[in-house]
């Protein structure tokens, strides 16, 4: 097959010769920093890209997008939401009733933001079905008095279904034998797992009518709607349209007010991460630089014959032009494939890991997750290798126009 001059030479000069291992020592090892760049670059964004997937699917499928309360208990929920319902950017609405307060057991004390639901009215704006281990939504039947409860709660309260538990609220009854606290006993009825330690430490469901009895309102009333929007950035601008729409006596709340700060922060870490990594590569890509200019100096020789013989200082040029781009490919394609490979399979390596050694990398105390995700997006891959591609090509020009200039007489003076 048919190659131009300077490809079959460049191509020549990028393998082993007898005459001078270490130039291709130094040529192979550029390469591997290269492609160890690209791995790392592309193991790095696929895990922030899954902090960013998980942080929008989980906690905020579990959180609400918007919500809006009224100034008072609302007792006709079903005409609001049918009015909110009419902006095309909402999906679903559901009804729902918070209290704070702490759960106790056998000693055991949790603090918990008890949601009051609608079963049926919260499966349309929550995922919670996905994540339960134990019972089921539909149980917290009105009357029935049942929680539901993350794992880690459960863990802490030492409770598990069935077991009895006592919510005490914020506020205190006054009667002639003094003031006390108001309690009530709640039975478990299910456990729910997201991975979210805010979620599964803090959180507990509950039926509508029961939260209502304990704030001594009439059962059909609740505190306001929760909203679910088809685009959850358009949460913000969507829930403030739709309170004005309603009234004064109505306000919003959305999600960037309770997780805003923690989703850009992930956002702005991928940007600020992305670009610290580009200079690992752009270090890799640069030790090209020095790998070429020792193979011009070495063949000083061969670049004065091929002068003699005919060959254009640009013809010169292209020759160690090809040579750096075919590391910075073989590099490139290298971390590539590598990178690719880590990125679909770091979660269950982590994993695996944190069994072995018996130590749990990401604490749910401390971080929203507890385990790594890892999402691999084709538009990082390209990104990644299109920058150590252009890296590398550009650490070319510098030796080979040194080479250019390499004059016949001057090298073959000491052959």
């Known amino acids: 097959m048919f190659r131009p001059l300077f490809v079959f030479i460049g191509t020549r000069y990028t393998r082993a010769k007898r005459r001078n291992h270490f130039v291709s020592f130094i040529s192979l090892t550029s390469m591997i920093g290269l492609a160890l760049g690209v791995v790392v670059m592309i193991v790095v964004l696929s895990v922030m890209n899954g902090f960013d997937h998980e942080m929008r699917t989980r906690v905020l499928g579990m959180v609400p997008h918007a919500t809006i309360v009224g100034d008072q208990p609302i007792t006709d929920w079903q005409s609001l939401a049918a009015k909110v319902q009419q902006n095309p950017k909402v999906e679903a609405v559901a009804p729902f009733t918070q209290m ?52 880690k709660a459960a863990k802490a309260l030492g409770v598990g279904v069935g077991d009895k538990l006592t919510f005490v609220a914020p506020e205190v009854s006054v ?73 004064d006596s109505y306000y919003a709340r959305d999600w960037t007010r309770t997780h805003g700060n923690l989703y850009q922060a992930i956002r702005m870490e991928k940007a600020m991460i992305g670009l610290l990594l580009l200079l690992i590569v752009a270090v890799a890509a640069f030790n090209i630089i020095s790998t070429l200019v020792m193979v011009v100096n070495d063949k000083k020789g061969d670049i004065a014959i091929l002068r003699t013989l005919g060959a254009t200082p640009g013809t010169i040029m292209a020759i160690f032009m090809v040579q750096g781009t ?74 080979a126009w040194r080479a250019a200039r390499t004059q016949p007489a001057q090298a073959l003076r000491y052959e």
């Open 100 to 151: 704070q307060g702490l759960l106790t057991h056998d000693g055991n004390v949790q603090k918990v933001l008890l949601n009051a639901i609608d079963p049926v009215q919260e499966r349309k704006v929550s995922i919670i079905d996905h994540f339960m281990q134990e019972g089921q939504l539909d149980s917290l039947t009105p009357g029935s008095f049942g929680i539901i409860i993350g794992d």
């Open 175 to 247: 009667t002639p034998a003094g003031m006390f606290p108001r309690m009530k006993r709640f039975t478990v009825q299910g456990i729910f797992h997201v991975g979210a330690g805010e979620i599964d430490g803090y959180l507990g469901l509950t039926n509508l009518q029961d939260l209502a009895r304990m704030q001594r309102w009439k059962p059909d009333q609740v505190q306001g709607l929760r909203l679910k929007f088809g685009d959850l950035f358009e949460a913000p601008r969507g829930a403030w349209e739709i309170a004005q729409h309603l009234g």
């Open 326 to 399: 075919v590391i910075g490919v073989v590099g490139t394609a290298i971390g590539a494939v590598v990178g690719i490979l880590a990125a679909l399979n770091v979660s269950a390596a982590i994993s695996a890991l944190e069994s072995l050694i018996g130590h749990k990398f990401l604490n749910a105390d401390v971080y929203f997750i507890d385990y790594l995700p890892s999402q691999l997006q084709a538009q990082d891959v390209l990104m990644v290798c299109g920058a150590a591609l252009v890296l590398s090509f550009l650490a070319t020009l510098y030796p």
